[in-house]
């Protein structure tokens, strides 16, 4: 089990319904359920491989059962190979030891509010709306907004000549804080505002009483060198196992 999981499992119960499962926890968000990271199970570590096939076909059923089109499963650290896996996908925590450098003094980075909700949404639409589709990215966002308004979970936006120009979420649990979902408009790439948004993410996660902070990064996106040019280091890792219903031998 990774130091991560109890921040993980927190950060998805503000968002969905966590109950007990076997050897793990199991979500389900009633009003996104084809989300897969919203519905899914999570593994504090993974199991010996064919006590990992047989929960897959346990599992399996259960979501047959439910209606859902696929089963998440969340494992941290490696899982064992699997002859019937459909997509894997390994992920690094990543976590930042100092501060960040640099940041560019025309950025303000302020948690969204009832006033500024909706450039928060059109901020999402510009970033998300082509890959996800325009009506998903406003049912997420309504899903989100209460929570967000709530301060369960900061949605910071940044703002740069009165217009946002990225975003991310930041979640405290406890002394460990945790950033997601982080976008920089396509317009305003590779100009420094992505690291003065982290910059000053992490300084408001240490105010508030954070003595860890991480991101979760798929391993192999470019993504990965720009957190590691910000001061981030590779802390641990987790796999994603998605199954489909074209599967049939889960299926």
Known sequence: MTVFFAA?????????????????????????????AHNLLFLPEAPEESALCALLRREAARCRAEGLPYLQLLVEGKSPFCAALAQRTLCDYYVLPGEIRRPRPDL?????????????????????????????????FVRRLPVYLA???????????GRPVCACDLFLCGETAKIEDVDVAPTWQRRGFGRA???????????????EIYLVVERGSGAQAAYEACGFVRAAAREELLFSSADPSFF
């Open 8 to 36: 993980e499992a927190a950060y998805l119960t503000v968002f969905c319904r966590a109950e007990a499962a076997e050897n793990g926890l199991r979500f389900r968000d009633a009003q996104l359920p084809e989300l897969c």
């Open 108 to 140: 303000a980075l302020l948690p969204m509010d009832a006033s500024t909700a909706g450039a928060a949404l059109g901020f999402d639409l510009q970033v998300n709306g082509e890959p996800y589709g325009a009506g998903f990215i406003r049912r997420r």
């Open 151 to 161: 301060g369960r979970v900061q949605h910071l936006l940044g703002w740069h000549a």
């Open 197 to 211: 948004m982290l910059a000053a993410a992490a300084y408001r996660a240490r105010a508030g009483g954070a003595r």
